[in-house]
């Protein structure tokens, strides 16, 4: 079974920045449509951003500006650069990947992820 593990969260002060990473613990043969996904306790998860297969993306309004994602590599690898971060950013950060979304895919409101990983903490005080 394929899991995706996330890594770079951490603490962070108002205006600072985190990068976050995400890939696959065993190899997928497809290109996979890739995401980053944020929740608090109690509260429902909430598309950040979406990048296709061709490298085009999507973000929430909330983040735009300050949040870019890419694809490392030919793999299925993705970060998030996190800039210019606020309180309200804080929350767990999830990473999903969907082999059968691939270009002219991106897109934040998609939650039917094939392959999750078990988040990351990101805290903004």
């Known amino acids: 079974q394929v899991q995706l593990v996330e890594s770079g969260g951490g603490s962070v002060q108002p205006g600072g920045s985190l990068r976050l990473s995400c890939t696959a613990s065993k190899y997928i043969p497809n290109k996979c449509g890739m995401a980053w996904y944020r929740q608090l306790p109690g509260k429902e998860r909430e598309g950040v951003a979406a990048i296709d297969h061709d490298g085009n993306t999507d973000y929430a309004d909330s983040v735009e500006g300050r949040f870019t994602v890419s694809r490392v590599g030919a793999q299925n690898i993705i970060a998030l650069q996190m800039d210019s971060l606020k309180p309200e950013d804080t929350a767990t950060y999830y990473c999903?990947?969907?082999?059968?979304?691939?270009?002219?895919?991106?897109?934040?409101?998609?939650?039917?992820?094939?392959?999750w990983g078990k988040g990351t903490q990101v805290t903004v005080s």
């Open positions: 999903g990947a969907d082999p059968y979304r691939g270009g002219r895919w991106a897109d934040i409101n998609y939650y039917g992820m094939i392959y």
